[in-house]
Nanobody
Framework: QVQLVESGGGLVQAGGSLRLSCAAS????????MGWYRQAPGKQRELVAT???????NYADSVKGRFTISRDNAKNTVYLQMNSLKPEDTAVYYC???????????????WGQGTQVTVSS
C-alpha cells in the first residue's frame, strides 16, 4: 500500500524558513498532481500549493512570493520551501497526491499524516 510521509516541520521564529518534504513509499510507476494543504486549529483545511507532474504550480494568495513548491519525480517526492514565515502560517501541513499508480493498483486522493509547523512571533 502506498504511503505519503511528511518531514521537516518544527518551530521557527517569524521571518524564518522551513523546508517540508513528502515522500511516497511503495512500488510506484507514476504520481499525478501533488500538493500541500494546511489546517490551523479551529479552521478548515486549505490549499497551500499544488504542482502537476509536468511542473506547473498553483499557490494560495496568502503564500505567493514566500513559498515554493517543487517535486522530484524520480524520488516520488514533493517539497515545500517556506520563507518569510508568519505566525498565521502556523498549522498542520498535509501532503496530497491526487492519483498514484503502482504495479497492481491506482490509488486516488492520498494523504500524509501531517507535520506541525509553528511560527512564533
Amino acid at each position: 500500500q502506498v504511503q505519503l510521509v511528511e518531514s521537516g516541520g518544527g518551530l521557527v521564529q517569524a521571518g524564518g524558513s522551513l523546508r517540508l518534504s513528502c515522500a511516497a513509499s511503495g512500488v510506484i510507476l507514476s504520481i499525478n498532481a501533488m500538493g500541500w494543504y494546511r489546517q490551523a486549529p479551529g479552521k478548515q483545511r486549505e490549499l497551500v500549493a499544488t504542482i502537476t507532474r509536468g511542473g506547473s504550480t498553483n499557490y494560495a494568495d496568502s503564500v505567493k512570493g514566500r513559498f515554493t513548491i517543487s517535486r522530484d519525480n524520480a524520488k516520488n517526492t514533493v517539497y515545500l520551501q517556506m520563507n518569510s514565515l508568519k505566525p498565521e502560517d502556523t498549522a498542520v501541513y498535509y501532503c496530497n497526491a491526487d492519483r498514484i499508480t503502482t504495479l497492481t493498483r491506482v490509488e486516488y486522493d492520498c494523504w500524509g499524516q501531517g507535520t506541525q509547523v509553528t511560527v512564533s512571533s
